[in-house]
């Protein structure tokens, strides 16, 4: 039966299902993701909830144990917490977009019952331990964050400031990326992609003792970075390390090549092989040019599936430079 608000009269017409067991309360509404009606979910013995593994804004309405909302939210954004209500026994979740504003209040008291079987949740862990990797990297890449920034502080160069800017913007798109409607089973992809960010982070400073290279090292580094900066901006929440689909784009810069991003990090690891050639940075750098292409064949071997992206083929023919690759 719908919610019944019995302070106005008022019924949601919506098909509740209650998490019972613990893998139900960790999914919530995840579970529900493929159904399309009017939706909700009571989670039972529970006083605070969190959305971090939402991609969608949900509203909640936090009852007493005789059904009276004690908090209503009619939108928490994704990634938040509301860890605690006092006296709060169950709380009753539905998407955001539900139209449910209005007819809910503080102070209103509830009749809830859950009238559907709850769905298998199995399609929904791949959604779960996408956002738990999104935080783990996000994580991760805060060290980065705080090591570039020192750097910065230091050196004062465009090339530090570069720097905390690429590391600060992965963190946030880690957090915001879109989740992949379909991603590379093959694990030789995962290897490409991990292979080649791990070594990209073991390149160590050896600089040659010529003032000239240095100087067009660092400006090439600094170009590098830039235009890094330029190719994630136009990439946005399509973000990703391993080869997948999560939206395709076809503005800003990827008018003009397939893989400006993969040519902006190339461009910067040639500034700085130029500067540091040591044979250990040399060998790394060749693995990672290696990976690098071995990624955008990958990424574009997955992309052709979708029809949109065999378009956008016929539309931009270099990979990563204009009328020349």
């Given at each position: ?10 019924r ?8 019972e ?23 039972q013995?529970c ?55 209005g ?13 559907a ?45 570069g ?26 992809d ?25 100087t ?12 890094i ?6 990439l946005g ?26 040519a902006?990090?190339l ?8 500067g540091?050639?040591s ?20 990424e ?25 690759l």
């Amino acid at each position: 039966m719908p919610v019944v608000n019995r302070s106005t009269g008022a019924r949601l017409p919506h098909t509740v299902y209650c998490a019972e067991n613990w893998s139900q309360r960790i999914l919530g509404l995840l579970s529900l993701q493929r159904i399309f009606s009017p939706k909700a979910i009571l989670i039972q013995r529970c006083n605070g909830i969190h959305t971090f593994t939402m991609d969608q804004p949900i509203g909640a309405a936090f009852l007493r144990q005789d059904g009276r909302v004690l908090r209503l939210e009619p939108s928490i954004p994704p990634r938040r917490m509301i860890p605690y209500v006092a006296g709060c026994r169950s709380v009753l979740e539905w998407p955001a977009d539900s139209a449910v504003n209005g007819l809910l209040r503080v102070g209103d008291q509830l009749e809830v019952k859950a009238d559907a079987p709850f769905p298998q949740t199995v399609s929904a862990w791949p959604r779960f331990f996408h956002s738990i990797t999104n935080f783990c990297l996000a994580f991760l890449w805060l060290g980065f964050v705080i090591t570039t920034f020192s750097k910065w502080l230091d050196q004062q160069s465009f090339k530090a400031l570069g720097l905390f800017l690429y590391n600060t913007l992965l963190v946030y798109l880690f957090l915001a990326r879109r989740p992949s409607t379909v991603i590379s089973h093959r694990w030789y992809d995962w290897l490409a992609a991990a292979g080649t960010v791990l070594i990209s982070i073991a390149l160590r400073p050896s600089p040659l003792m010529n003032p000239l290279l240095q100087t067009v090292s660092l400006i090439g580094q600094t170009a590098g970075i830039a235009a890094i900066l330029i190719a994630l901006a136009s990439l946005g929440k399509s973000f990703g390390i391993v080869p997948a689909n999560r939206q395709i784009k076809s503005n800003g810069v990827y008018r003009w090549v397939r893989h400006p991003l993969y040519a902006a990090e190339l461009l910067f690891l040639a500034a700085f092989l130029l500067g540091n050639p040591s044979l250990s940075n040399l060998i790394k750098g060749a693995l990672i040019t290696f990976g690098q292409v071995v990624r955008a064949l990958a990424e574009e071997n997955l992309l052709k599936q979708d029809p949109a992206y065999r378009s956008y083929l016929e539309k931009v023919r270099y990979r990563f430079i204009p009328h020349v690759l």
